[in-house]
């Protein structure tokens, strides 16, 4: 897996920025009247006060061109404090954006003139938002700027009572600030993986069943903000972004509208009367719903779904079927499958499949059954919203029972040994694939149990 890059986003004029999301403590507003740091020359604005004690800030601007921003962000300054190698410096920004993801073999570098007197070298596309992002060195840029809070040993000596209190254990902890559905909410930045585009989603189980999608060849359950308890938007409009959450080894995903922010608060006293959401209020008075991770993987055991064990091919989605027990391992298939397309693409054990016909050649009443051998048997339409005569009849028997099930198409046959069987979660709580090549590509099908439909 190609190592990643977590970048906060802000914006200074018409510049977008990237800044390593673990250097950014605090965004703040920045003060009405901040205090003024007199200087013959160089880019400090003013000073502001952070953790009780004075940081310097720095305004781009007046090192480098910047170009005018968008009017709605007039007014609306912050100061990012920034910390890196045990020295704080704040940063003025004319807005603060959403959290980025980009590999970090997608950094380029554009100048390479070596000159230490520039801020910026290299720039990355998020592929999100489109946005290049200028990438920042927060050391460089305290260095640029010869002024810092220094934190730690090199500190000047103080007062035994602020010692103490530096001393003490914090319980400031940074946390990515989401918009999901009508509430923002607050899930601490160690547990948030990526925030991406949302990707295809596909459904388990019956009656619509649990959602899920593939996030870097895993299955990974997504949640409904009501599985949360959060409220949809007044608009209701779909979520257009996916968080993912990891915690152990697993993974869950959290559909959000917008990445917002990255901020730092007091996680003391946070736990809720549930256990799972817990309010907060930010810097400027506005409510947070705060989610604890901890708590998310302890109610949600579908996150088993995720675990990662043999890497397995992409998975196709399934529908409407119940799941099948299977063994744990990754086994070749003792008999042959079938791969059809019904509500999506599956296979079901050809053992269970006495005959196949045209769907314009079958005898219907009309009235959901079929002729087979005599008698009138029930019709499953297992299609995903098709109508019409094209299609085939798979007949299935379970014991003396018999359904016709119809399918847009039937796919490919599986013979025995050519597919490898797996399964994904827990035992009695997961489902089982096979994995085959299809001649274009190795994909992964959802085995279902058609008896189950004639039982």
Not at 138 to 144: I, S
Not at 387 to 409: E, F, K, L
Request: aromatic share 4%; net charge negative; hydrophobic share 50%.
């Amino acid at each position: 897996m190609a190592p990643s890059l977590h970048l906060a986003q802000a914006c200074i004029g018409a510049v977008w920025i990237g800044i390593p999301a673990d250097s950014v403590v605090q965004a703040m507003a920045l003060p009405a009247a901040p205090a003024m740091l007199p200087r013959r020359q160089g880019a400090l604005t003013c000073v502001v006060e952070h953790a009780g004690q004075p940081v310097p800030v720095v305004d781009l601007a007046r090192w480098v061109e910047v170009g005018a921003g968008a009017e709605e962000s007039a007014g609306a300054a912050r100061v990012l404090i920034l910390s890196a190698l045990g020295r704080t410096i704040g940063l003025k920004v004319d807005s603060v954006g959403g959290l980025a993801e980009v590999e970090a073999q997608s950094v380029t570098r554009l100048h390479h003139d070596a000159c230490a007197d520039e801020v910026f070298d290299c720039v990355v596309r998020d592929p999100a938002s489109g946005r290049v992002l200028s990438l920042l060195e927060v050391e460089r840029l305290a260095r640029l700027a010869a002024a810092w809070r220094q934190d730690g040993a090199d500190a000047p000596a103080q007062s035994s009572a602020q010692s103490s209190a530096e001393d003490a254990p914090t319980t400031l902890r940074s946390y990515a600030v989401l918009q999901a559905g009508a509430a923002r909410l607050a899930l601490a930045a160690d547990a948030l993986t990526e925030v991406l585009p949302m990707p295809a989603l596909h459904t388990l189980g019956a009656g619509g069943g649990m959602a899920y999608c593939i996030w870097r060849g895993r299955h990974v359950p997504v949640l409904a903000h009501a599985a949360l308890g959060l409220a949809p938007k007044a608009d209701g409009a779909a979520a257009a972004l996916l968080a993912v959450v990891e915690r152990d080894g697993l993974a869950l995903g959290l559909p959000v509208h917008a990445a917002l922010s990255m901020e730092t608060f007091d996680a003391a006293g946070l736990a809720a009367p549930d256990e799972l959401l817990s309010a907060l209020f930010d810097h400027d008075s506005a409510p947070l719903r705060v989610l604890d991770a901890a708590h998310l993987f302890a109610r949600f055991s579908e996150a088993g779904l995720s675990r990662e064990a043999e890497a397995g091919p992409v998975a196709h989605s399934a529908g409407r079927f119940g799941a099948r027990r299977a063994p744990d391992v990754r086994a070749a298939n003792a008999t042959a499958f079938i791969v059809f397309e019904g509500d999506g693409m599956v296979a079901a054990p050809i053992g269970q499949v006495e005959r196949i016909v045209s769907l314009r050649e079958t005898a219907t009443d009309g009235h959901g059954a079929m002729a087979w051998e005599d008698q009138a048997i029930p019709l499953r339409d297992l299609r995903a919203g098709a109508t019409g005569a094209d299609g085939h009849v798979m007949v299935v028997r379970s014991g003396d029972a018999h359904v016709g099930c119809i399918v847009a198409r039937v796919h490919l046959l599986v013979p025995p040994g050519g597919g490898q069987v797996y399964r994904m979660g827990g035992a009695g709580a997961g489902w089982e694939f096979i994995a085959v090549d299809d001649g274009a590509a190795q994909a992964s099908y959802r085995i279902v149990d058609l008896g189950a439909l004639a039982a």
